[in-house]
């Protein structure tokens, strides 16, 4: 996800923070509450997720005029 983030001009700051929240509080509720055996690789899947649908939503609200 980082290097995705990083060497790409998709996304930007919120789908970056999105991510990071997700990507922490992921990995805790799947490696402390419901006790998964892999938990990292959970976590990371689901905010790989969040990056690309923040990304694609922040693309699509950057293209839309701002009106008055």
Known sequence: VAVFGLFTQFGGPRAALATVIVGAGAW????????????????????????????????????EPITA
């Not at 419901?34 to 990056?51: D, E, I």
């Not at 690309?52 to 950057?62: H, Y």
């Open 28 to 63: 805790l509720v799947f490696g402390w509450l419901l006790q998964l055996s892999a938990p990292y690789v959970a976590a990371l899947a689901l905010a790989f997720l969040t990056y690309v649908l923040a990304a694609a939503t922040e693309a699509r609200w950057k293209s």
